[in-house]
C-alpha cells in the first residue's frame, strides 16, 4: 500500500512546515461509517429549509475567515493572498447559491403524460455517501462546487483533500463542524492512494466525484465503473483563446493574460493556447509578449519544485521541436518565469500538452476555419474564448468549438448559477447551476393512476 505523505511545503520558501501523518485504514473505515450514518439522519430527519441554513452558516464562515483561509493556501501552493482571499469569497457565493436555489432545483418536476389518466411528476432525493477526490490549486472552490450542492441535497461528504493541503481541508472540517453539520455529514480524511481506490469499491460509497489529472481521473473512472458508481470528473484542460476581430486588440490582449496567469498559469480552464486571426497577429503578438513579460515581477511561485520542473521539461521539448519562447529569466525553484511560445507545430507533441504554468503558445489563423480546427485540436474539451465584434461569427464558432464551456467576449465570467465541465479527455459531468445538484440525485418517478 502506498504511503501518502500530507506536508505543507512553502513553494515560495521550499521549506517544509508541517507534516500530517496519512489516516489508517481504520481511520478511513469510521470516516466511511460515520457519513452513512449521518446521511440516515441528514437526509431524512432535517428539512431542506434546515440544510439550507446550514450551508449559510457555512458561506457566513468562509467570509468571516477569509483572512485565516487565505494564508493557508498561500503557505500551502503560494496563492497570493488577494487571490487566494477572492477565492474564498467566490466559495462562499456557491454555498450561498446553494441555500437560495435548492428549493426551485428541487421542486417536484410534473410530467405531462401522452394517454391514460392520473398524474406523474419527477422527485429529486439523494442517494447516500459521496466520495470527493479533491485537487490543490483551489483549495477551497473545488470543495465548494463539490459539497454545496450535495449537502443540500441530502447526500453526506467524504472528502480527500491533495497532499499539501492538510490544513485547507482541516479549516473547512472546522466551518462544516462550527455551520452546524452534524458528525459524519462532511468528513475530512488524509486517506492515501490506495485508501480512496478501496473507499471507491465500498459499497457504503455511492457515487465520486475526482478533479485531477487525466491519468489519475482514468483510474478512478475505471474503479467506479467496476462497481457501478456515478462518477463526475473535470480533468484538465488546453482552453483555445480565439481573437478573430477585436475594437481594442489591447483590452483583448489584457483579457489573454489575465486567463492564463491567473493562479500563476496554473487553472484547468486558462485559456492555454491563444489563436490569432492573421490580420491581428504580428500587432497582438507584439502586445502579448510585452504584457506577458511585465507580469514577471508580480508572479506568484509555482504550487511546488516538482510542478515547476514539469513545466519546464515540457517547454524545453517544444523548443526542442522547433518552437519560440520568449521569456526572461529562468526557473529559481518553484518560480518560473512568464513566457510565450510561437512556432508550435500542431503536429508537434507538444501541442497536445497542457502546459500548467505561466507560459502561453501562440497561433497563427488564416481564416475562421483554420482557428476553429486548432481550437480543437487537442485531447481536451474543457473550456474556451471567443474574442470577435461579429455577433453571427461569435455563435457560429461557439456551436462548433468542442468545448463543454465557450465564453465570448469575456474572461473570469464563471459563476455559481453557470454549469462548469469539459467533454473529449477533459472528463464528463457537470458542476454548478441547476446541472451540479442533479449529478448525485435520484431523479424518483411517482406515477398515480387515478383513484
Known amino acids: 500500500m502506498s504511503k501518502q505523505l500530507y506536508a505543507v511545503v512553502n513553494p515560495a520558501t521550499g521549506e517544509l512546515e508541517q507534516e500530517y501523518p496519512a489516516a489508517t485504514d481504520a481511520a478511513v473505515d469510521q470516516a466511511l461509517d460515520a457519513a452513512a450514518n449521518a446521511y440516515r439522519q441528514w437526509s431524512q430527519e432535517t428539512t431542506l429549509a434546515e440544510r439550507a441554513e446550514v450551508l449559510n452558516a457555512v458561506a457566513a464562515l468562509h467570509n468571516e475567515r477569509s483572512g485565516e483561509l487565505a494564508r493557508i493556501a498561500q503557505r500551502e501552493m503560494g496563492k497570493p493572498?488577494?487571490?487566494?482571499?477572492?477565492?474564498?469569497?467566490?466559495?462562499?457565493?456557491?454555498?450561498?447559491?446553494?441555500?437560495?436555489?435548492?428549493?426551485?432545483?428541487?421542486?417536484?418536476?410534473?410530467?405531462?403524460?401522452?394517454?391514460?389518466?392520473?398524474?406523474?411528476?419527477?422527485?429529486?432525493?439523494?442517494?447516500?455517501?459521496?466520495?470527493?477526490?479533491?485537487?490543490?490549486?483551489?483549495?477551497?472552490?473545488?470543495?465548494?462546487?463539490?459539497?454545496?450542492?450535495?449537502?443540500?441535497?441530502?447526500?453526506?461528504?467524504?472528502?480527500?483533500?491533495?497532499?499539501?493541503?492538510?490544513?485547507?481541508?482541516?479549516?473547512?472540517?472546522?466551518?462544516?463542524?462550527?455551520?452546524?453539520?452534524?458528525?459524519?455529514?462532511?468528513?475530512?480524511?488524509?486517506?492515501?492512494?490506495?485508501?480512496?481506490?478501496?473507499?471507491?469499491?465500498?459499497?457504503?460509497?455511492?457515487?465520486?466525484?475526482?478533479?485531477?489529472?487525466?491519468?489519475?481521473?482514468?483510474?478512478?473512472?475505471?474503479?467506479?465503473?467496476?462497481n457501478l458508481k456515478k462518477v463526475v470528473l473535470e480533468l484538465g484542460g488546453s482552453d483555445p483563446f480565439l481573437v478573430l476581430s477585436s475594437a481594442d486588440l489591447e483590452a483583448t490582449a489584457q483579457a489573454a493574460v489575465d486567463t492564463r496567469f491567473e493562479n500563476a498559469g496554473q487553472a484547468c480552464n486558462a485559456?492555454?493556447?491563444?489563436?490569432?486571426?492573421?490580420?491581428?497577429?504580428?500587432?497582438?503578438?507584439?502586445?502579448?509578449?510585452?504584457?506577458?513579460?511585465?507580469?514577471?515581477?508580480?508572479?506568484?511561485?509555482?504550487s511546488s519544485v516538482a510542478a515547476a520542473e514539469r513545466l519546464e521539461a515540457q517547454v524545453q521539448r517544444a523548443v526542442d521541436d522547433g518552437a519560440t519562447l520568449v521569456c526572461e529569466g529562468r526557473r529559481e525553484g518553484a518560480f518560473f518565469p512568464p513566457g510565450v511560445l510561437t512556432g508550435v507545430s500542431p503536429n508537434s507533441p507538444s501541442a497536445a500538452e497542457e502546459l500548467f504554468g505561466p507560459v502561453a503558445t501562440v497561433y497563427r489563423a488564416e481564416s475562421e476555419t483554420e482557428a476553429v480546427e486548432l481550437a480543437n485540436s487537442t485531447p481536451y474539451g474543457l473550456g474556451s474564448y471567443v474574442f470577435t465584434t461579429d455577433p453571427e461569427q461569435a455563435m457560429r464558432v461557439a456551436d462548433r468549438i468542442e468545448a463543454g464551456m465557450v465564453f465570448v467576449n469575456g474572461v473570469g465570467l464563471e459563476g455559481a448559477e453557470l454549469p462548469f465541465g469539459g467533454v473529449k479527455r477533459s472528463g464528463f459531468g457537470r458542476e454548478l447551476g441547476r446541472a451540479g445538484?442533479?449529478?448525485?440525485?435520484?431523479?424518483?418517478l411517482i406515477r398515480t393512476a387515478r383513484a
Request: charged share 20%; with cysteine; hydrophobic share 45%.
Open 81 to 226: 493572498l488577494e487571490e487566494a482571499a477572492a477565492e474564498v469569497e467566490f466559495s462562499a457565493s456557491i454555498y450561498a447559491y446553494y441555500a437560495a436555489n435548492a428549493h426551485k432545483f428541487l421542486a417536484d418536476e410534473p410530467v405531462e403524460l401522452l394517454e391514460g389518466e392520473g398524474t406523474a411528476f419527477v422527485r429529486r432525493q439523494p442517494i447516500g455517501t459521496l466520495l470527493g477526490i479533491m485537487p490543490w490549486n483551489y483549495p477551497y472552490y473545488q470543495v465548494a462546487r463539490f459539497a454545496a450542492p450535495n449537502l443540500v441535497l441530502g447526500n453526506t461528504i467524504v472528502l480527500k483533500p491533495a497532499p499539501q493541503c492538510p490544513e485547507s481541508s482541516a479549516a473547512l472540517q472546522r466551518i462544516f463542524a462550527d455551520a452546524g453539520c452534524p458528525e459524519g455529514g462532511y468528513v475530512n480524511v488524509y486517506a492515501t492512494n490506495d485508501q480512496a481506490a478501496d473507499a471507491i469499491a465500498d459499497p457504503r460509497v455511492r457515487g465520486v466525484s475526482f478533479t485531477g489529472s487525466e491519468r489519475a481521473g482514468a483510474e478512478v473512472a475505471e474503479k467506479a465503473g467496476r
Open 271 to 302: 485559456g492555454k493556447r491563444v489563436i490569432v486571426a492573421a490580420e491581428l497577429y504580428d500587432e497582438f503578438l507584439d502586445i502579448f509578449t510585452k504584457k506577458v513579460l511585465a507580469t514577471a515581477g508580480g508572479l506568484a511561485p509555482l
Open 437 to 444: 445538484i442533479d449529478e448525485f440525485a435520484n431523479k424518483k
